[in-house]
């Protein structure tokens, strides 16, 4: 399975405890995975598509529990994605459709017409509850998070820019801050830093997958440290190893002209000592003298042998 159906698969097992929780969350996934369809003079019937089973098995749970409603399961092969199975659930006129609809703020009434609304109803959020509760029905509607092992992405797809601007302001109410993009005949809300989508992960109640998700984080972290100390390391020694060069050429020029008795005991000492140990460090050229030597003063030698090489 893959880290969206994962998760889906434990949003689904949520179930609200309160009403208008309930109804905010199936208003959420109609919204997210449904359409109207015309079914006669003034009638409607209203279809839902999802590809999650466990999406499908919550919305005929939902719609059983709060409006009564047995929904039929319709299962069928999409051969053009690599044969994943379509879960479609149609809500008739017969089951009350329009009074659903209303109910879920997708339908309105004006001057005695049905007129579809497509933002989302402000009494169906006023609290808290319900928000999140919306927000886990969009999701579960058509949400998907990539894995985060590849990249930090997620997203909902809606049926128009409307909507999709009505859920970056509910998600603003949670201090996620969402963006959206035209995708084909779409509008994409989407998150792409990675402590937001935590963040919604546990305003959704997705705990499970928000541990999964930090642990990915962490081990990320963890990979992306061992990699700049490796590469601050190999700078170190590449920058060692540089200067070594220029101090092994300034005492070869002086023992060159001048012979290794041209140069003080202790310069020569540590002279003598650089040429045998061409890539080692300050320090490690310290701890090698009898008495050992401090890097400042290793360092200070070495410069004093290079200054007398530029003289010569």
Known sequence: ??????????????????????????????????????????????RLMTENAAAARKIIRLMKEYFGVKLEL????????????????????????QEILRETGIL????????????????????KCCKKAFLRGAFLGSGSITDPEKAYHMEIVTTNPVLAKDIIKLMSQFKLKAKDIIRKDSTVVYIKDSSQISDFLNITGAHKA??????????????????????????????????SEKQIAAIEKIFEIKGPEYLPVKLRE????????REASL?????MLNPPLGKSGVSHRLAKIMEMAGKL
């Open 1 to 46: 399975m893959s880290f969206s159906s994962d998760i889906k698969s434990e949003l689904a097992q949520i179930m609200p405890d309160k009403r208008c929780c309930m109804l905010a969350e199936i208003a959420g996934i109609l919204r997210t995975c449904g359409s109207i369809r015309l079914a006669g003079l003034n009638k409607v019937n209203y």
């Open 270 to 277: 540590i002279a003598l000592l650089r040429l045998e140990e």
């Open 108 to 127: 309105k009434v004006k001057d005695g017409f049905n007129v579809f609304d497509y933002g989302i109803d402000e009494s169906l959020i006023k609290k």
């Open 210 to 243: 928000l541990l999964e998700l930090e642990n990915v984080k962490l081990m990320k972290e963890m990979l992306n440290m061992t990699n700049r100390l490796v590469n601050c390391d190999n700078a170190n020694m590449d920058k060692t190893l540089a200067a």
């Open 283 to 287: 320090q490690e050229l310290g701890a």
């Open 74 to 97: 319709v299962i069928s092969k999409n051969m053009m994605l690599k044969k994943n199975n379509f879960y479609e659930m149609i809500i008739t006129e017969d089951m009350r459709c």
